[in-house]
């Protein structure tokens, strides 16, 4: 005959951190062994023996088909491994199929469930018994389940009387209850002379539920732990979404509740300082220790904080210092928010505080041809052709304040005056030198109706670079040909002269 087995009969398997356990290993052995293999069944029936090892799903799951049934009087060591088939996660040795009843000393059969009447069903996981029961559905006590004239198996995680029934919780070891639920037993501590834990795994001669190292006095234990540290993440969690209030100058005080015992690099707080500091300062959390209180600086560097009264701000711990993650500027600091615009050669100083600037370059734009007129029987005139635009480029750059940059602005180049005098480039826009940089536009070459050629606009820069027109009205524009009439000669026009655009 096969019995169920108390144990790996899950919903789903999980790793330390709870997530479902991918590809994990079952292994079955005789009693004792982890090197003898022993069969386990997919039904009571006992025709179809289940792999060794059972291998689960990427989600955790027994694979379809695979059910575990043990042969009666026969115990078993269950290993649970992770997907490497080496790590052992869980070891239950000795482990013996549910049985019906038990029997010794040559009386008669006792058997290990004790039914109170029917059963009502609520929830996936929990049920109505008629009267107070709470005392036979302790927690960790199993249960057996009778519905669509199936038996299922759990385990009793909370039970509570409110007149006139007793309200059951279980952890199911298969799949979760259902409205065909007609009736709950509990599990015997004693079957004529033998003592099952309440994880009705293992049976041990005179041993009471309680007694060590039996496996219902374990899974008491996790379930203890598992309440503590529960309670304790949410404890922690409260008090680290709530704002304490800094004591001292300086030398700064936190009173937290439930206190802290030790620093860690998961600790952060929001903190009200009631004083500015006026120099080096350390922050100590329930009397743990003071230890430096610290900023970031611009450049990563750490640096004493400056904190203003009232502030509030979080803190974090890094392993060696409490670190202010959101300081106020350095003292004495002011962080100036400006712009500068050249449109002659000068020079930009750097304001105190300002690290970066974005700098906007406009080269000269060139200068037009002349224009030319044919006098005569047949007076014609011949226009002169234009420049080109200069460049326009943004660039975003490191400075350091109080340093001097050089602006120069690139003129705009000269019309061509006649036919023999060709008209000029456009000048080219600099900061800082060779920095930040706009190319001057190309001066324009003959006449309209002669194969005259326009200036080419400027394409060279740095940074993000626009060619092809002015953007700013009077700067970096074209000259325009000169116009020529049949009683005068065109004089090729001027480009127009650059900018620098510096913002901070």
């Not at 000795?94 to 609520?122: C, D, E, I, R």
């Not at 002659?344 to 100083?349: A, D, I, L």
């Not at 480039?425 to 920095?435: A, E, H, P």
Request: glycine share 16%; charged share 10%; hydrophobic share 35%.
């Amino acid at each position: 005959m096969k019995l169920q087995s108390p144990i790996f009969n899950l919903p789903i398997f999980e790793d330390l951190n709870g997530n479902p356990l991918a590809g994990g290993h079952i292994y079955t052995y005789d009693a004792g062994s982890t090197s003898v293999l022993k069969d386990t069944w997919t039904t009571p029936v006992g025709d179809v023996a289940n792999p060794n090892p059972v291998v689960l799903t990427a989600s955790g799951q027994l694979p379809a088909g695979v059910a575990f049934f043990l042969t009666e009087a026969e115990a078993y060591n269950f290993v649970l491994t992770k997907s490497d088939g080496t790590t052992v996660l869980q070891t239950f040795d000795n482990t013996l199929g549910v049985p019906s009843g038990s029997t010794g000393g040559g009386g008669g059969s006792t058997s290990l469930w004790v039914s109170l009447g029917a059963a009502t069903f609520l929830t996936g996981t929990s049920f109505l018994v008629s009267g107070n029961h709470v005392s036979e559905f302790y927690v960790g006590n199993r249960v057996r389940l009778t519905q669509s004239s199936n038996y299922t198996y759990g385990v009793v995680s909370g039970s509570s009387f409110s007149s006139p029934n007793t309200h059951v919780d279980i952890i199911n070891d298969g799949s979760p209850l259902n409205s065909g639920l007609t009736l709950a037993e509990y599990s015997l501590n004693v079957v004529n002379g033998k003592t099952v834990d309440a994880g009705a795994v293992s049976f041990f001669d005179s041993a009471s539920y309680s007694t060590s190292n039996t496996v219902g006095n374990k899974i008491n234990a996790v379930n203890t732990a598992l309440t503590t540290s529960i309670a304790t993440t949410e404890n922690q969690r409260a008090r680290d979404a709530l704002v304490w209030t800094a004591t001292g100058v300086n030398t700064y005080v936190v009173t937290l509740s439930p206190a802290l015992t030790s620093y860690s690099t998961d600790q952060h707080y929001l903190i009200k300082f009631t004083s500015a500091s006026t120099g080096a300062s350390t922050l100590n959390i329930n009397g743990v220790g003071a230890q430096p209180l610290k900023m970031y600086d611009s450049s990563g560097a750490l640096v004493d904080v400056h904190i203003s009264a009232g502030q509030l701000s979080q803190v974090a711990w890094s392993g060696s210092a409490f670190i202010l993650l959101d300081p106020l500027p350095a003292a004495g600091t002011v962080v100036p928010r400006g712009q500068q615009i050249f449109t002659s050669n000068g020079v930009f100083t750097c304001p105190a505080g300002v690290s970066y600037v974005k700098v906007t370059c406009i080269g000269g734009g060139g200068g037009g041809s002349a224009g030319y007129a044919t006098f005569g029987p047949d007076p014609h005139p011949h226009d002169g052709v234009s420049g080109g635009c200069g460049a326009m480029s943004f660039t975003y750059l490191p400075v350091t304040a109080g340093n001097a940059y050089t602006v120069a602005i690139g003129a705009g180049g000269a019309g061509g005056p006649s036919t023999s005098i060709p008209a000029q480039d456009g000048g080219q826009t600099s900061f800082g030198i060779t920095l930040a940089y706009a190319g001057g536009g190309g001066h324009g070459t003959g006449q309209v109706d002669g194969g005259g050629t326009p200036g080419a606009n400027s394409s060279v820069g740095t940074g993000f670079v626009i060619t092809g027109f002015p953007y700013l009205t009077g700067y970096g524009g074209p000259g325009a040909g000169g116009h020529t009439t049949t009683s005068s000669y065109g004089v090729g026009g001027a480009g127009q002269a650059g900018l620098c655009w510096v913002e901070y």
